[in-house]
T-cell receptor
Framework: AQTVTQSQPEMSVQEAETVTLSCTYD???????LFWYKQPPSRQMILVIR??????QNATENRFSVNFQKAAKSFSLKISDSQLGDTAMYFC???????????FGTGTRLKVLA | NAGVTQTPKFQVLKTGQSMTLQCAQD?????MSWYRQDPGMGLRLIHY???????DQGEVPNGYNVSRSTTEDFPLRLLSAAPSQTSVYFC??????????????FGPGTRLTVT
């Protein structure tokens, strides 16, 4: 069975600094998709970044980038130049088309401090 | 496009009552799903559907029913509400092709309290 683990329940970072959120997963599949979702206090789930397992290049979206280590089954999210609006819960998620099921981690609550 | 819509946004039920959470999407997505979010547990999959007339169970299906009579709608039914079903419920949808990278679009959520 696939699992997703986020080992940091809470983190904080100073505004303009860089922070890295950790995510590890377990699967026997070779092709899958990984996601980071952001959930601000409004409760809306927002896609931050995605990574296809067959692509070796790490995905980037503006200030957000990932460090995808397929052999280690690790998918960390780096937020550069942190902003107050980045304060949110962040979820790592995994999907493989063979199962039609998305698996989410338990989340990391990030607080950006002024 | 309205995206994924959910109604109601808030609901209070008494133990034993039944109700239906509504979910609709206007993006012609094949895949639709329901999750519950509980503190410290992330999002857990309740039921999902890969097309009209096709549904299947997720991780925590007990106490919930779904149906998919149209591509657009995917209601979640609580047959006899229990306090353990107090949670925030999210509906989500996506295309089922790798070119979309399977990105899910989420509704705004429903906060359900069962007393």
């Amino acid at each position: 069975a696939q699992t997703v683990t986020q080992s940091q329940p809470e983190m904080s970072v100073q505004e303009a600094e860089t922070v890295t959120l950790s995510c590890t997963y377990d699967t026997s599949e070779s092709n899958y998709y990984l996601f980071w979702y952001k959930q601000p206090p409004s409760r809306q789930m927002i896609l931050v970044i995605r990574q296809e397992a067959y692509k070796q290049q790490n995905a980037t979206e503006n200030r957000f980038s990932v460090n995808f280590q397929k052999a280690a089954k690790s998918f960390s999210l780096k937020i550069s130049d942190s902003q107050l609006g980045d304060t949110a819960m962040y979820f790592c998620a995994f999907y493989t088309s063979g199962t039609y099921k998305y698996i989410f981690g338990t989340g990391t609550r990030l607080k950006v401090l002024a | 496009n309205a995206g994924v819509t959910q109604t109601p946004k808030f609901q209070v039920l008494k133990t034993g009552q039944s109700m239906t959470l509504q979910c609709a999407q206007d993006m012609n997505h094949e895949y639709m799903s329901w999750y519950r979010q509980d503190p410290g547990m992330g999002l857990r999959l309740i039921h999902y559907s890969v097309g009209a007339g096709i549904t299947d169970q997720g991780e925590v299906p007990n106490g919930y029913n779904v149906s998919r009579s149209t591509t657009e709608d995917f209601p979640l039914r609580l047959l006899s509400a229990a306090p353990s079903q107090t949670s925030v419920y999210f509906c989500a949808s996506s295309y089922l092709d790798r070119y979309s990278t399977y990105e899910q679009y989420f509704g705004p959520g429903t906060r359900l309290t069962v007393t």
